[in-house]
C-alpha cells in the first residue's frame, strides 16, 4: 500500500487560498488520489479525486505532479467552515480506503 | 435519495452484551465498509466488502462480525461489548475506486 506524509497542520486566513500538500511517493501507476476531511463533530465527506491530470469541482481543485509522487488540494477562499482534517489517500482496485493522521486546517477569522 | 443509513444513531450497552448496527445504502453500491473513531483520534477500518457475499477484514477486526447478504445491507454485530469499543461507528458505501458515501454515525458506549 502507498504510503503518504501531510503536515499535522497549517493554518490559513479567511478568504485566503490555501495549498494542502501530499507527498506519495510510492503510488503505484493505478492509484487514484483521493481527499476527504472531516469537519468537528461530523462524518467524514468526500473532496476530490483524481489519477493523473488536474482536478476541479465546486469545493477544491487538485494539482497533481507530473510524476505523480505528490499532490494539493487548493481551496480558493478559505472560510470558517472549511476548518477540517484533510486526509489524502491512494486507492487502487477492490482495496478499501484506509485513513491516516491528515493534516488539521485552521481557519482564522 | 437515503444514501448511506445507519441505526441506531446511539446505544449504551453493558459489558458483555451482544447488539447489531445496521447499514442500508440505496445506491447500488458494491462496495460497503464500516470504521470506528475513538474520541480524539482517526478512522480506523474493521471490516469491509466488495459485494454480496465477501467480506474481509480491515485493520481492527477482532470482536466484530460482518455479513453481506445482499447489496444493499452490511451490519455489524458486536459478539460481546467490551468498554474499548466505546465509539462512534461510521458505515461508508461507493463504487469501486469512487467517492465514499458515510453515514452519520452511530455513537456506542459500553458500560
Same mark, same amino acid.
Not at chain 1, 505532479?65 to 489524502?88: F, G, M, N, P, Q
Not at chain 2, 474481509?56 to 447478504?69: A, H, I, K, L, T
Given at each position: 500500500?502507498?504510503?503518504?506524509?501531510?503536515?499535522?497542520?497549517?493554518?490559513?486566513?479567511?478568504?485566503?487560498?490555501?495549498?494542502?500538500?501530499?507527498?506519495?511517493?510510492?503510488?503505484?501507476?493505478?492509484?487514484?488520489?483521493?481527499?476527504?476531511?472531516?469537519?468537528?463533530?461530523?462524518?467524514?465527506?468526500?473532496?476530490?479525486?483524481?489519477?493523473?491530470?488536474?482536478?476541479?469541482?465546486?469545493?477544491?481543485?487538485?494539482?497533481?505532479?507530473?510524476?505523480?509522487?505528490?499532490?494539493?488540494?487548493?481551496?480558493?477562499?478559505?472560510?470558517?467552515?472549511?476548518?477540517?482534517?484533510?486526509?489524502?489517500?491512494?486507492?487502487?482496485?477492490?482495496?478499501?480506503?484506509?485513513?491516516?493522521?491528515?493534516?488539521?486546517?485552521?481557519?482564522?477569522? | 435519495?437515503?444514501?448511506?443509513?445507519?441505526?441506531?444513531?446511539?446505544?449504551?450497552?453493558?459489558?458483555?452484551?451482544?447488539?447489531?448496527?445496521?447499514?442500508?445504502?440505496?445506491?447500488?453500491?458494491?462496495?460497503? +465498509?464500516? @470504521?470506528?473513531?475513538?474520541?480524539?483520534?482517526? !478512522?480506523?477500518?474493521?471490516?469491509?466488502?466488495? $459485494?454480496?457475499?465477501? #467480506?474481509?477484514?480491515?485493520?481492527?477486526?477482532?470482536?466484530?462480525?460482518?455479513?453481506?447478504?445482499?447489496?444493499?445491507?452490511?451490519?455489524?454485530?458486536?459478539?460481546?461489548?467490551?468498554?474499548?469499543?466505546? +465509539?462512534? @461507528?461510521?458505515?461508508?458505501?461507493?463504487?469501486? !475506486?469512487?467517492?465514499?458515501?458515510?453515514?452519520? $454515525?452511530?455513537?456506542? #458506549?459500553?458500560?
Amino acid at each position: 500500500d502507498a504510503k503518504t506524509t501531510q503536515p499535522n497542520s497549517m493554518e490559513s486566513n479567511e478568504e485566503e487560498p490555501v495549498h494542502l500538500p501530499c507527498n506519495h511517493s510510492t503510488i503505484s501507476g493505478t492509484d487514484y488520489i483521493h481527499w476527504y476531511r472531516q469537519l468537528p463533530s461530523q462524518g467524514p465527506e468526500y473532496v476530490i479525486h483524481g489519477l493523473t491530470s488536474n482536478v476541479n469541482n465546486r469545493m477544491a481543485s487538485l494539482a497533481i505532479a507530473e510524476d505523480r509522487k505528490s499532490s494539493t488540494l487548493i481551496l480558493h477562499r478559505a472560510t470558517l467552515r472549511d476548518a477540517a482534517v484533510y486526509y489524502c489517500i491512494p486507492l487502487s482496485g477492490n482495496t478499501p480506503l484506509v485513513f491516516g493522521k491528515g493534516t488539521r486546517l485552521s481557519v482564522i477569522a | 435519495n437515503a444514501g448511506v443509513t445507519q441505526t441506531p444513531k446511539f446505544q449504551v450497552l453493558k459489558t458483555g452484551q451482544s447488539m447489531t448496527l445496521q447499514c442500508a445504502q440505496d445506491m447500488n453500491h458494491e462496495y460497503m +465498509s464500516w @470504521y470506528r473513531q475513538d474520541p480524539g483520534m482517526g !478512522l480506523r477500518l474493521i471490516h469491509y466488502s466488495v $459485494g454480496a457475499g465477501i #467480506t474481509d477484514q480491515g485493520e481492527v477486526p477482532n470482536g466484530y462480525n460482518v455479513s453481506r447478504s445482499t447489496t444493499e445491507d452490511f451490519p455489524l454485530r458486536l459478539l460481546s461489548a467490551a468498554p474499548s469499543q466505546t +465509539s462512534v @461507528y461510521f458505515c461508508a458505501s461507493s463504487y469501486p !475506486l469512487g467517492e465514499l458515501f458515510f453515514g452519520e $454515525g452511530s455513537r456506542l #458506549t459500553v458500560l
